[in-house]
């Protein structure tokens, strides 16, 4: 029987399509297991710590060593709910989870992005897991333009602290990519969900027959493919056709 990856994860911030591409990529082949985000593997403990007011305790009482080992160990519980045989399809895997960290500490504690980013990489240590091919949707490779794509969205302003801690994660994002910290990247900027699904689709197969052409390596045929895959999902950003013909704008 042939070996499949462990795990893959779409990452990127709110209102990129990261739900909707879980649903379709496990809409196509049955050996994806949908397994949700951390918080849906821990929820006990996500309601004894903050209670009736979440945003209090995240942005406000809790400090950045709890926050980093609540997000981690729901990581932990959700990555043993994967059955044996499937690759686990993850909202938001480890690299995501500690940018979301990060990008909290900034807002709390004045760090620098680059700051957060090495303090919440300590506080995981080398609880990394099972390898994890990470595929980041990030809607431009401008920081302040992809706050505003996302936040247009929304459908209604951000408030409170929110704005800032969106714009800040996605600086820490764009830092995360500078340094390497996906398995690859797709700019979504004015591509539709299906311009952008091609690309995620691509890849996560890609990586999967990576899997195969290593497995005389044993178990460690998973790390392999995930750093050394086929050519077009390297480690680098992955762009869309760009047409001849003008486009439609996405209205604002």
């Avoid at 400090?63 to 160990?73: D, G, Q, S």
Wanted: glycine fraction near 8%.
């Amino acid at each position: 029987m042939a070996q499949v990856l462990d795990f893959v994860s779409l990452n990127g911030p709110d209102n990129v399509g990261k739900t909707t591409h879980l649903l379709r990529l496990a809409e196509r082949w049955d050996g994806f297991q949908p397994l949700g985000a951390v918080h849906e593997h821990d929820p006990e403990s996500w309601e004894r710590v903050a209670g009736s007011d979440y945003p209090r305790w995240w942005f406000e009482t809790s400090t950045t060593v709890e926050l980093t080992e609540m997000l981690l160990a729901g990581h932990a519980k959700r990555a043993a709910a994967r059955e044996a045989g499937r690759t686990g399809l993850l909202d938001r895997g480890l690299p995501m989870l500690l940018a979301v960290s990060a990008a909290t500490c900034v807002v709390k504690d004045g760090l620098t992005v680059g700051e957060a980013l090495k303090t919440v990489t300590s506080i995981a240590g080398s609880r990394a897991g099972a390898p994890e091919t990470s595929v980041l949707l990030i809607p431009s490779l401008d920081a302040e333009r992809s706050y505003a794509i996302t936040s247009a969205r929304e459908g209604r302003p951000w408030t409170g602290i929110y704005p800032t801690y969106q714009k800040t994660l996605h600086a820490a994002l764009l830092h995360q990519v500078g340094n390497g910290a996906y398995t690859a990247v797709v700019d979504c900027e004015g591509r539709s969900l299906d311009d952008v699904h091609g690309p995620v689709l691509a890849i996560s197969h890609t990586l999967l027959l990576g899997v195969l052409t290593h497995l005389a390596e044993g178990p460690a045929a998973f790390t392999t493919a995930a750093r050394t895959p086929w050519q077009f999902a390297e480690r680098r950003l992955f762009t869309v056709f760009q047409p001849t013909a003008p486009r439609l704008q996405r209205p604002a």
